[in-house]
């Protein structure tokens, strides 16, 4: 198995008003997005290229939008990046950006 390209611990996930996990990861390997429980059991995952991926304008920095399989995610990242060599969830820009990498495009700004 390839090394991730993109990996954010800590986050929560949910749907629509409903919580899945509190503490979820977020994976991107081998051009593939994953959402995951705390315990490693996957949520759903998607070809990157088929995901769709933004910003709410509705609510607070740290959250972003995945759709999945017509499915929407509410993810809750960090407000700020962690350390280098430290666990815990990337900045929302720093997912967004992985996205559009893994996806191809080139990440704006």
Avoid: C
């Amino acid at each position: 198995m390839a090394e991730p390209e993109f990996t954010a611990t800590g986050v929560r996930i949910g749907r629509r008003l409903r919580s899945l996990t509190r503490a979820g990861q977020v994976r991107i390997t081998d051009g593939r997005l994953e959402l995951l429980t705390s315990y490693g059991t996957e949520i759903d995952s998607a070809p990157v290229q088929a995901v769709r991926t933004g910003k709410p304008w509705f609510a607070a920095d740290d959250r972003a939008l995945a759709d999945v399989n017509g499915r929407r995610y509410l993810l809750t990242l960090g407000e700020h990046e962690p350390a280098p060599g430290e666990g815990g969830p990337p900045t929302v820009r720093g997912f967004l950006d992985a996205v559009r990498k893994a996806a191809g495009h080139r990440p704006r700004g």
